[in-house]
């Protein structure tokens, strides 16, 4: 808050009203610095809404936080309650997701709360093989999501002094020379493989089928990412671009629980 003075002419000889002036320039400004301090203090309490967070998220991920924190699960093509199918759906594990989830006529289990994708029933064989029908255009959405919450979620992450695990990033040979950890090596290379690839090769095609080009191109950038990794015999290079797929999928995570959660 600024303060104008005004200076007037008139002069004072009396050294008391000196002193007295002197007293309500103290007072005044006084009262400016609490009120300035106060207005500070009202800023700090004031709340930032979900939205301006996200706005706030370095691109792609503002827009792509944008569109999940405007998406809903559809209404359409929801199990009815009085559906037989509905009365006997049940999970592998016996539990029952008609309490936190939302049936769908094609299988879909989608959570109430954030939207994520749950679990779809599908018919199999007695070898098991079967395959699940499509989702819906409206339910790609919760499909992305829950891929994400599913596979990245709550996952481990290689950080700290380049250790995986019990595995550390150098070793020494029987010569005491500091030498590449292949185990270490070997860890990047199965989790790359069996568990990054896969989960994103997933979204991509969701994200392409949704025409959701931020999300297809940061599919894109991430999974060049880990195949690089594979492609190069220095350790140091293997793991730059491993942690630079591993950034990008710290971002989305947080992307999608900022959004949704």
């Not at 003075?5 to 000196?18: D, E, K, M, R």
């Not at 005044?28 to 300035?36: C, D, I, M, R, S």
């Not at 991430?222 to 491993?242: G, H, M, R, S, V």
């Not at 999928?249 to 900022?258: D, F, G, P, Q």
């Amino acid at each position: 808050m600024k303060f104008t003075y005004l200076i007037g002419t008139l002069t004072v000889t009396s050294a008391l009203l000196l002193a007295g002036c002197s007293t309500n320039e103290t007072t005044v400004k006084k009262e400016a610095t609490t009120a300035q301090v106060s207005n500070v203090e009202k800023e700090k309490n004031v709340e930032i809404t979900k939205e301006e967070k996200i706005a706030e998220l370095p691109s792609p991920y503002d827009e792509i936080g944008k569109r999940w924190a405007e998406w809903e699960l559809p209404k359409e093509g929801r199990l009815p309650k009085t559906d037989k199918a509905y009365q006997g759906f049940l999970m592998d594990d016996d539990s029952d997701p008609r309490e936190t989830g939302v049936i769908y006529e094609n299988g879909y289990v989608f959570d109430k709360k954030t939207g994520y994708y749950v679990t779809a029933a599908y018919e199999y064989d007695e070898e098991f093989e079967g395959k699940p029908p499509e989702v819906t255009p409206d339910q790609r959405e919760g499909m992305i999501m829950g891929i994400i919450a599913e596979y990245f979620g709550n996952e481990y992450s290689f950080e700290g002094d380049y250790e995986a695990e019990s595995d550390k990033m150098y070793v020494e040979d029987k010569n005491g020379k500091k030498i590449p950890n292949q185990t270490f090596i070997a860890n990047l290379y199965v989790d790359i493989d069996s568990h990054k690839v896969d989960a994103l090769l997933q979204i991509r095609y969701f994200a392409r089928k949704d025409k959701n080009k931020p999300l297809e191109d940061w599919a894109n950038e991430t999974i060049n990412f880990f195949l690089d990794a594979k492609e190069t015999d220095d350790i140091e290079e293997i793991w730059k671009l491993y942690s630079e797929g591993e950034d990008n999928i710290a971002e989305l995570n947080k992307t999608v629980k900022l959004a949704r959660e």
